[in-house]
Nanobody
């Protein structure tokens, strides 16, 4: 059973930075694509970034390109989302998700992920 635990959320001012971590237990070896999602109050959950199972391909939504970076540690058990130049519209609960998937890019739909973290709040004030 794969379990994901996020950490690193918090409150920052516009232009600040945060690094979210997603530590996985029960996920051994390669084969897992990882996605970071967010959900703001009253809005649907949306994908923010994804990393393929190989780690060689990443994808981002347009609104975070150049500001957010997804990465993975060499041990393949922890994924990160580095968020720079944060804006108030980035305020949301952020979730990491994982699924066994060998496609070139990580899936973009929440329904395609089997494992989810509990979420961590990110609040950006103006």
């Amino acid at each position: 059973q794969v379990q994901l635990v996020e950490s690193g959320g918090g409150a920052v001012q516009t232009g600040g930075s945060l690094r979210l971590s997603c530590e996985a237990s029960g996920r051994t070896g390669r084969g897992f694509a990882v996605g970071w999602f967010r959900q703001a109050p009253g809005k649907e959950r949306e994908v923010v970034a994804g990393m393929s199972w190989s780690g060689s391909k990443t994808n981002y939504i347009d609104s975070v390109k150049g500001r957010f970076t997804i990465s993975r540690d060499d041990g393949l058990t922890t994924d990160y989302l580095q968020m720079n130049s944060l804006k108030p519209e980035d305020t949301a609960v952020y979730y990491c998700a994982a699924t066994k998937y060998y496609g070139m890019y990580a899936p973009k739909e929440a329904s395609e992920y089997d494992y989810w973290g509990q979420g961590t709040q990110v609040t950006v004030s103006s």
